[in-house]
T-cell receptor, first 116, second 111 residues
């Protein structure tokens, strides 16, 4: 079946512009995560959606970052007034439940964001 | 909260030799430990995982061992091949069902 799909795959924009990144999770997956990965670094948790519960926003680095998800479908991560330090790969992952237990996270290939 | 440390940051081995990557965690309540492989330009892919009710799990050339007492787990790759070259991440799931990630290990397979 289809995996996690992210778009665009690459985004180059000027400092100060707003950007919107999209994630299409695996169908039926109730949980969705956004991570940031700077060049050569590990995964930095940003935000987590679980069904209709309030999202866990504890990883968002500033109020310039926000994310939305409607139900169990597409999610968008928005970065306002981009700064050069926002340059990174933004990864999305989704997770389902099977047989009453949580399943592993499945990742998309990310959006590579470059701020000029 | 949970903290995961991963070593080494870079590992270079001769093709055909074994590679071992180690992770330690701090929260004894953690009960699920996945390993992910990330190739250049791709998202991380799950390669093997282990739950706290077992001590070892094997899948062909890949194995993971877990020592709950010492709070560490390791990834073992035998008979390494060029396609094993990648960055490997360990993680531990905390009580909020969040994955806490190690910093990654760059594995280089020398021909």
């Amino acid at each position: 079946g289809a995996g996690v799909s992210q778009s665009p795959s690459n985004k180059v924009t000027e400092k100060g512009k707003d950007v919107e990144l999209r994630c299409d999770p695996i169908s039926g997956h109730t949980a969705l995560y956004w991570y940031r990965q700077r060049l050569g670094q590990g995964l930095e948790f940003l935000i987590y959606f679980q069904g209709n519960s309030a999202p866990d926003k504890s990883g968002l680095p500033s109020d310039r970052f926000s994310a939305e998800r409607t139900g169990e479908s597409v999610s968008t991560l928005t970065i306002q007034r981009t700064q050069q330090e926002d340059s990174a790969v933004y990864l999305c992952a989704s997770r389902g439940v099977a047989d009453g237990s949580n399943q592993p996270q499945h990742f998309g290939d990310g959006t590579r964001l470059s701020i000029l | 909260g949970e903290n995961v440390e991963q070593h080494p940051s870079t590992l270079s081995v001769q093709e055909g030799d074994s590679a071992v990557i180690k992770c330690t965690y701090s929260d004894s309540a953690s009960n699920y430990f996945p390993w992910y492989k990330q190739e250049l330009g791709k998202g991380p892919q799950l390669i093997i995982d282990i739950r706290s009710n077992v001590g070892e799990k094997k899948d062909q050339r890949i194995a993971v061992t877990l020592n709950k007492t010492a709070k560490h787990f390791s990834l073992h790759i035998t008979e390494t091949q060029p396609e094993d070259s990648a960055v490997y991440f360990c993680a531990a799931r905390d009580s909020n069902y969040q994955l806490i990630w190690g910093a990654g290990t760059k594995l280089i397979i020398k021909p």
